[in-house]
């Protein structure tokens, strides 16, 4: 295999015309390619006057021996090194049962499938595609279902977002992740993009092909069906207590390896855990707003004006360091996207970003953050994270109105701490609607004054970033877990059997990260029963 790196192209071609030029470049006969693919694909803006692609590409060739000037390179296989076919056997034992059907719930259960074993999967909202209908119904009828929103339901709070797959682990089993969401329909692009996303769109229909595909090797789902509590013995889970919120009834079944993939806004499942000894910790998390700008502004800020190049819409990362300790930064940056409502409880205002794949709306949007350490906190409960979230998220639902439209305000005035009486260039595109307002009365004084700062500083760094026209969407509260519950080497919680994991017990933030703590965590056990 040769891996050729560095390969700088400067106008719009195809994939035929790209393996055209590289192997006329490095003196490769057409006649000796048995294969090649794409590695590594990003835009390299760094200078306006010469913005370009830049690839790195593997070709498999009959005698590589034959080109000494090209880089070699070994190829492995990573399905069977980080995902050996144990093909285990419980015997006697329950299956396994999985809390949560987001991404490490998912992935959780496709190890377990792919290694002989059929689990049984719990979802207290509905399947995505159901899901989807009570979103909209929030969003254009203001009737929120508590079970069944942005936060809860199959796939999890990331189905309704960017569909980013970004993150800052490294990891092999992040390439098997890539690998299974392109099997069950993602574009195959995401394999080498050096910022791969799906969008909410094509995950919808992804996450449906990996729940029939579960379905069609023996898993089970339970869909609207809520984890209510749970009996120990001897230190040892030994079954769960589920709630069918269709019919009201209630079911008991047995369970000795439980996994805990709950996501990070189930707070009445926290508050049971704690109740029942389940050892958990504060943690630090963020919390802010929701910046918009014109999309085609942040193109052009990115850019530049003078690139023909056919360009995705521009995406940016930025973090400030404040000298009082503070740090604000951005975050699920979604490009063409949309602010979208992600409350899961009633009279409480929650927002997030969400684009879909083709990223063509008008606006761009993100979260702007601060971060809370638990110092921040009056409670010394390892809850009180989640009573500062959900304290904030009431004040924003009074602000905006109290009829679930959200309180947004101007950059410029948000700057000079006073409310909004006009929106300029940029449309707030919230729904169910917005109140102009002043979010420095309800954001904590740390908040507010770090975020200030940071907008000016980000505008220093992305042109454009404090217009004063840009739209501030309050709040964001959900960036990652408040709690953590500690686990150990084997990812057991301090009650044998139960499995804390992903982004709700503290261990990821993001699709790819919460899905790989899903494999390796259903790994742990297909090796204690090997």
Known sequence: MLRIQNIKIRKNISDEALIHFVLKTYHISPSDVIDWHIVKKSIDARKKTDVHFQYTIDIHVKD???????????TTDIENTINPNMLVSLKSEPSPVIIGAGPAGLFSALTFIQNGISPIIIEQGK??????????????????????????????????????????????????????FVHFGAPEEILYLSKPHIGTDKLIHVIQNMRNYILSKGGTFHFNTKFINFTIKDNRIHSVLLKN?????????????????????????????????????????????????????????????????????????????????????????????????????????????????????????????????????????????????????????????SNYHAPVQKVEDFLKNRKSSCIGSIIPSYLPGYTLSNLNDILPEFVSTTLKEGILYFDKK????????????????????????????????????IYPCGEGAGYAGGIMSAAVDGIHTSLSILRTIH
């Open 64 to 74: 590589e021996n034959k080109y000494p000037h090209v880089q070699k390179t070994k």
């Open 127 to 180: 399947t995505v595609e159901d899901r989807k209908k009570d979103v909209d119904n929030f969003l254009h009828h203001k009737i929120l279902n508590c079970s069944s929103n942005v936060q809860f339901g199959e796939g999890g709070a990331g189905t309704f977002s960017d569909g980013k797959l970004t993150t800052g682990i490294h990891n092999p089993l992040c390439q098997k992740v890539l690998k299974e």
């Open 245 to 401: 919120l269709e019919n009201n009834t209630i079911f008991e079944i047995p369970a000795t390896r439980l996994i805990l993939a709950i996501g990070h806004s189930s707070r009445d499942t926290f508050e049971l855990l704690y109740q029942n000894g389940i050892h958990m910790e504060k943690k630090n998390f963020s919390v802010g707003v929701r910046i918009e700008h014109l999309q085609k502004a942040i193109n052009s800020a990115q850019y530049g004006e003078i690139t023909n190049l056919k360009l995705p819409p521009a995406e940016y990362k930025l973090a400030y360091h404040s000298s009082s300790g503070r740090s604000c930064y951005t975050f699920c940056m979604c490009p063409g996207g949309t602010v979208i409502a992600s409350s899961s409880e009633k009279h409480t205002i929650v927002t997030n970003g969400m684009s879909n794949y083709l990223r063509n709306g008008t606006n761009a949007n993100s979260a702007l953050l601060v971060n809370v350490t638990p110092e921040d906190f009056i409670d010394t409960s390892p809850l009180a994270g989640i009573y500062f979230q959900k304290n904030l998220e009431e004040k924003a639902f009074v602000l905006g109105g």
């Open 462 to 497: 992305l042109k454009g970033f404090a217009n004063p026209d840009s739209i501030l969407t309050g709040v964001e509260t959900r960036s990652s877990s408040p709690v953590k519950i500690p686990r150990d080497i084997n990812c057991i919680s301090n009650v044998d059997g």
